[in-house]
Antibody
Framework: EVQLVESGGGLVQPAGSLRLSCAVS????????MSWVRQAPGKGLEWVSI???????YYADSVKGRFTISRDNSRNTLYLQMNSLRPEDTAVYYC?????????WGQGTLVTVSS | QAVVTQEPSLTVSPGGTVTLTCGSS?????????PYWFQQKPGQAPRTLIF???DKHPWTPARFSGSLLGGKATLTLSGAQPEDEAEYYC??????????FGGGTKLTVL
């Protein structure tokens, strides 16, 4: 059974940092393309970043240079290191796989950037 | 960055058929954009209905189908049910280096 469990969210001050984790069961992270997607309160979905199974990574312009996506193959876990956080980064963050493992989604983790 | 366009809202009668569309500011949507369709109900995480234009998960209701038509990706709902009332998002790849969501379509079953 596929399961994705996000964690690591919380309240952080502007310019602060957080690291999000996504623990995956039911498939192997290193063999799949994986993304982080976020949703600000009352808003639509926004793609944040992707790591392909070959290790290539890409980012939305809004987070480029501040966020880093990575994975730990031994832990079967996806990460998002978020630095220089801004109030506009406030959102629920979801990890998501692609293709045949693209459902279900996890419940997400809430990041609030506020002083 | 490309802009992905969807109808802001649509209404369908119970048992009726409705088609949601997903366009791209860069031109025609093709299979190379690997279109995805997600359903999100209030207070819930999204669910993936369709991936790679028309592929479904085993649990995707048969009444949902994906295709390409007229330069857009489409999601067709045939035989709408009250539980299909939700927000629907499309999602497109741009040469793999960027993925973009549409703004979402709020579907009302009434």
């Amino acid at each position: 059974e596929v399961q994705l469990v996000e964690s690591g969210g919380g309240l952080v001050q502007p310019a602060g940092s957080l690291r999000l984790s996504c623990a995956v069961s039911g498939f192997t992270v290193r063999n799949n393309h994986m993304s982080w997607v976020r949703q600000a309160p009352g808003k639509g979905l926004e793609w944040v970043s992707i790591i392909y199974n070959n290790g290539n990574t890409y980012y939305a312009d809004s987070v480029k240079g501040r966020f880093t996506i990575s994975r730990d193959n031994s832990r079967n876990t996806l990460y998002l290191q978020m630095n220089s956080l801004r109030p506009e980064d406030t959102a629920v963050y979801y990890c998501v796989a692609y293709g045949g493992n693209s459902d279900p989604w996890g419940q997400g983790t809430l990041v609030t950037v506020s002083s | 960055q490309a802009v992905v366009t969807q109808e802001p809202s649509l209404t369908v009668s119970p048992g009726g058929t409705v088609t949601l569309t997903c366009g791209s500011s860069t031109g025609a949507v093709t299979s190379g954009h690997y279109p995805y369709w997600f359903q999100q109900k209030p207070g819930q995480a999204p669910r993936t209905l369709i991936f790679d234009t028309r592929d479904k998960h085993p649990w995707t209701p048969a009444r949902f189908s994906g295709s390409l038509l007229g330069g857009k990706a489409t999601l067709t709902l045939s035989g709408a049910q009250p539980e299909d009332e939700a927000e629907y998002y499309c999602f497109l790849s741009y040469s793999g280096a960027s993925w973009v969501f549409g703004g979402g379509t709020k579907l009302t079953v009434l």
